[in-house]
């Protein structure tokens, strides 16, 4: 069983804006700082965003600093990423993911401490 499942993306013009959901399926991720990484064809993953496990600070790479809105709803199990001014360069597969370390206190933005994946939604931004 997929533990989180990601869903929203789609095909849209540069300057548009999606938002992408990310459900836990099975177990509560309440307790675990939550990030957003994407992947785009023939790059590595990179790291877009991240909120941690309570919702009270969030952390964004520079590619999309006010740009991307992360945000959480802990009583429903859901993190959000709003995306916003969408340029033809954030096209990838956008994944969520779960630090495997509860209440970890110092945000992580490397993929290594992410236990939990979704499958990944694909995010297509055409110019």
């Known amino acids: 069983q997929v533990p989180l499942v990601e869903s929203g993306g789609g095909l849209v013009q540069a300057g548009g804006s999606l938002r992408l959901s990310c459900a836990a399926s099975?177990?509560?991720?309440?307790?675990?700082?939550m990030g957003w990484f994407r992947q785009a064809p023939g790059k590595e993953r990179e790291f877009v965003a991240g909120?941690?496990?309570?919702?009270?600070?969030?952390y964004y790479a520079d590619s999309v600093k006010g740009r991307f809105t992360i945000s959480r709803d802990n009583a429903k199990n859901v993190v959000y990423l709003r995306m916003s001014s969408l340029k033809p360069d954030d096209t990838a597969v956008y994944y969520c993911a779960a630090d495997g370390t509860l209440y970890r206190g110092t945000f992580k933005d490397t993929a290594e401490v992410y236990d939990y994946w979704g499958q990944g939604t694909q995010v297509t931004v055409s110019s």
């Open positions: 099975g177990r509560s991720f309440s307790r675990n700082n």
């Open positions: 909120i941690n496990w309570s919702g009270g600070s969030t």
